[in-house]
T-cell receptor, first 115, second 113 residues
């Protein structure tokens, strides 16, 4: 398997612009997670889906962030409008049921820079 | 909620020496403790995990120990090699709560040849 695929790998945008990050989970995985990584806060869970349904979005920082999973093989994380403090590396991860159900497989990440 | 503390934040060892990274957690209900390795420019990758019914687990040069009473767990790497240089993260969760994987802040390990 190719693993979790994320695009783009790097994104540079200006404050106020809309940013869309994309993720393709490992085929057959029922769970998909979006994380944000910064030096100050480390790895933070933003939202996760089970069978394409959002289960917990309590980590989404504010209404500017939204995530969708229209089908089992694709998810997006959108920031609108973007702000400089959104600069971070965003990871997508997926995991499978049954056990080892807790093993999460991470993608390579998208490095976002908001100027 | 769960809080995971990880120490040290940076660790430098000579090739061949051992490295130990320690984590403590706050939620006594946590029962799953994975360790992830993150190389530069890549996403974290699971290297070993331990569940609360086990006190120690070993996989070649890597071992993890768990002390549930004290609520701490540790990663031990023996005979370190330059390719072990990376950032290591511990995490804790309750089994069955897929979204509640709480990570430590990470340890940057440097192995000097």
């Amino acid at each position: 398997d190719a693993g979790v695929i994320q695009s783009p790998r790097h994104e540079v945008t200006e404050m106020g612009q809309e940013v869309t990050l994309r993720c393709k989970p490992i085929s057959g995985h029922d769970y998909l997670f979006w994380y944000r990584q910064t030096m100050m806060r480390g790895l933070e869970l933003l939202i996760y889906f089970n069978n394409n349904v959002p289960i917990d979005d309590s980590g989404m920082p504010e209404d500017r962030f939204s995530a969708k999973m229209p089908n089992a093989s694709f998810s997006t994380l959108k920031i609108q409008p973007s702000e400089p403090r959104d600069s971070a590396v965003y990871f997508c991860a997926s995991s499978v049921i049954p056990p080892p159900a807790d093993t999460q497989y991470f993608g390579p990440g998208t490095r976002l820079t908001v100027l | 909620g769960e809080n995971v503390e990880q120490h040290p934040s940076t660790l430098s060892v000579q090739e061949g020496d051992s490295a130990v990274i320690k984590c403590t957690y706050s939620d006594s209900a946590s029962n799953y403790f994975p360790w992830y390795k993150q190389e530069l420019g890549k996403g974290p990758q699971l290297i070993i995990d331990i569940r609360s019914n086990v006190g120690e687990k070993k996989d070649q040069r890597i071992a993890v120990t768990l002390n549930k009473t004290a609520k701490h767990f540790s990663l031990h790497i023996t005979e370190t090699q330059p390719e072990d240089s990376a950032v290591y993260f511990c995490a804790a969760s309750k089994r069955g709560s897929q979204g509640n994987l709480i990570f430590g802040k990470g340890t940057k390990l440097s192995v000097k040849p």
